[in-house]
């Protein structure tokens, strides 16, 4: 297997509520990442995993909630989104010194 | 910021002729990757090089890495309408942080 699995591939979430995205791989990577990336726009970083420990968080705010329950698994948890941030979510996995393995992505819309 | 900048921003070609894109970074790095991205998926990794490493082929595609001037580029050569995408630089600094570039914006015309 060496696709990274991204689920839902669409989204659609009000201000108020509580939703995750999930991230799948089993091709034994032990980092993990989540980006954001908006219409036109480079991917831009938002945590990064390694070995099931965050090892950045690059300032997101606590609205976004990143977990690892294990070597396999990211999840993004969100609550109390704003239309801002409608975005592509983007996960991807590598081994240390090769290409990075992205998932397919989340269309997150915030409504 | 430590994204890279890339030019040009959008090269539109005709199917056959080779296409250029250029990158510009300002941190030290380990590697320097190259990605793919058809419009609103997710990014294909193309081709790594490492920051000790001037060029490196890989099919169709040429990159090229200057470490005294921060600077790579990607050459396509005969390009085909299935290259048309946005390309991507990444550098890989420490702690497995990879930043990616501005991004080039490459249309074939068949």
């Known amino acids: 297997d060496t696709e990274v699995t991204q689920t839902p591939k669409h989204l659609v979430m009000g201000m108020t509520n509580k939703k995750s995205l999930k991230c799948e791989q089993h091709?034994?990577?032990?980092?993990m990442y989540w980006y954001k990336q908006k219409a036109k726009k480079p991917p831009e970083l938002m945590f990064v995993y390694s070995y099931e420990k965050l090892s950045i968080n690059e300032s997101v705010p606590s609205r976004f909630s990143p977990e690892c329950p294990n070597s396999s698994l990211l999840n993004l948890h969100l609550h109390a989104l704003q239309p801002e941030d409608s975005a592509l979510y983007l996960c991807a996995s590598s081994q240390e010194g090769f290409g990075y393995t992205f998932g397919s992505g989340t269309r997150l819309t915030v409504v | 910021s430590q994204q890279g900048e890339e030019d040009p921003q959008a090269l539109s070609i005709q199917e056959g002729e080779n296409a250029t894109m250029n990158c510009s970074y300002k941190t030290s790095i380990n590697n320097l990757q190259w990605y793919r991205q058809n419009s609103g998926r997710g990014l294909v990794h193309l081709i790594l090089i490492r920051s000790n490493e001037r060029e490196k082929h890989s099919g169709r595609l040429r990159v090229t890495l200057d470490t005294s001037k921060k600077s790579s580029s990607l050459l396509i050569t005969a390009s085909r309408a299935a290259d048309t995408a946005s390309y991507f630089c990444a550098t890989v600094g420490g702690y497995q942080k990879v930043t990616f570039g501005t991004g080039t914006k490459l249309q074939v015309i068949p």
């Open positions: 091709m034994g990577h032990r980092a």
